[in-house]
C-alpha cells in the first residue's frame, strides 16, 4: 500500500501563491507516478499535473499551464505542486494520487492511491 497526506492548501487572495506538499509512504515512492487532481462542488474531478517515475517528465492541464508547476523529491517521498497566480476558478479540493505507471498520465482511473484533499480557496 502507498499511503498519501497532502497539506498546504488554504485561503489565499486572487493573484496570489500556495505550495501544496503530498507525502508519500516510503515503499516504492520513486517507482509511482505522481498525479494531482482537483474537484469543485458539484464538478468531476480533473486532472491539473502529474509527474512520471521513469524520467521525471511532466504533464499539466492547459487551465493551469504556465501557473502550476509539479516536482518531486525521492529522498523525502514528497510531491509538490507550486501554484502561482491563482484564481478564484482555481478553487478546489485538491488530491494527491499515485500509480505505477509511467505512461497515461492525465487518466484519473489509472490511479490506485488516493490522498485525503486539502481545501484551496481563491477569494476575489
Known amino acids: 500500500q502507498v499511503q498519501l497526506v497532502e497539506s498546504g492548501g488554504g485561503l489565499v487572495q486572487a493573484g496570489g501563491s500556495l505550495r501544496l506538499s503530498c507525502l508519500a509512504s516510503e515503499r516504492t515512492f520513486a517507482t509511482y507516478t505522481m498525479g494531482w487532481f482537483r474537484q469543485a462542488p458539484g464538478k468531476e474531478r480533473e486532472f491539473v499535473a502529474a509527474?512520471?517515475?521513469?524520467?521525471?517528465?511532466?504533464s499539466t492541464a492547459d487551465s493551469v499551464k504556465g501557473r502550476f508547476t509539479i516536482s518531486r523529491d525521492n529522498v523525502v517521498n514528497t510531491v509538490y505542486l507550486q501554484m502561482n497566480s491563482l484564481k478564484p476558478e482555481d478553487t478546489a479540493v485538491y488530491y494527491c494520487?499515485?500509480?505505477?505507471?509511467?505512461?497515461?498520465?492525465?487518466?484519473?482511473?489509472?490511479?490506485?492511491?488516493w490522498g485525503q484533499g486539502t481545501q484551496v480557496t481563491v477569494s476575489s
Open positions: 509527474i512520471s517515475w521513469r524520467d521525471g517528465s511532466t
Open positions: 494520487a499515485a500509480t505505477p505507471s509511467s505512461y497515461n498520465l492525465s487518466p484519473l482511473r489509472n490511479y490506485v492511491y
